[in-house]
């Protein structure tokens, strides 16, 4: 059985995701045995708590230099024997000694098509408000794998999403998570706990 821990730094509609498909038993050989939030107030933590999961907290600015957060949270990680560590709407870019002690076994969820609307300052309600600028008719959400590269690792699992006329930024939000997000990251993170993704470069393939 993998310890999976869960990073958050808000709402946690994909921790709850989690949650519910562990409840159904479809985190096959995983158990969410920690949440770490970079919020002391992410509502994230009250669902954890709500199901008996174990939290703590780590905020970057509470360290002087990014370098000593990066080992921080590094060891803090490993003290809670991580398998394998999901970015659940996880605000912080990660440093390099955690990318790097945790080499494909992020998994992170973005919530656009990569390489569509991604890396740095893509993030949250930001994702939709481009997508609905350029005027896709097509986005959804993307699992995958954390390097140094932001929102560059081997892609897992995709999902599109029909944009539709007259979406605002909110409603294309929860569609995606409605009919993307929360159905590809619990299945991300059951393939890996399962031993079925094999990453070949910058791509994984997936045995079913
Ligand atoms: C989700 O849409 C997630 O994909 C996004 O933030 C939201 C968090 O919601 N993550 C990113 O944009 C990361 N680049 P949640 O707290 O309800 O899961």
């Not at 993998?2 to 995701?17: E, P, R």
């Amino acid at each position: 059985m993998k310890n999976i821990v869960v990073l958050v730094s808000g709402g946690g509609t994909n921790l709850q995701a989690l949650i519910d498909a562990q409840g159904r038993g479809e985190l096959k050989n995983g158990k969410i045995t920690c949440v770490i939030s970079s919020n002391p107030n992410a509502y994230a933590l009250e669902r954890a708590k709500n199901n008996g999961i174990d939290t703590e907290v780590i905020r970057s600015k509470d360290f002087a230099e990014f370098n000593d957060y990066d080992t921080a949270l590094t060891e803090l990680l490993q003290s809670k024997n991580a398998d394998v560590v999901v970015l659940a709407g996880f605000m912080t870019i990660l440093g390099k000694k955690v990318i790097g002690a945790f080499e494909n076994r992020i998994i992170n969820i973005h919530p656009a098509l990569i390489p569509s609307f991604c890396g740095e300052g893509y993030y949250g309600l930001k994702v939709h408000e481009e997508a609905l600028k350029k005027g896709v008719k097509v986005t959804g959400a993307t699992a995958h794998f954390v390097n140094e590269v932001c929102d560059g690792g081997p892609i897992i699992i995709q999902k599109a999403v029909e944009v539709k006329t007259g979406d605002t930024p909110e409603i294309l939000q929860k569609r995606v998570m409605e009919q993307a997000e929360w159905k590809i990251l619990p299945k991300a993170v059951s393939l890996f706990c399962e031993d079925k993704i094999k990453v070949i470069g910058n791509k994984t393939e997936i045995s079913e």
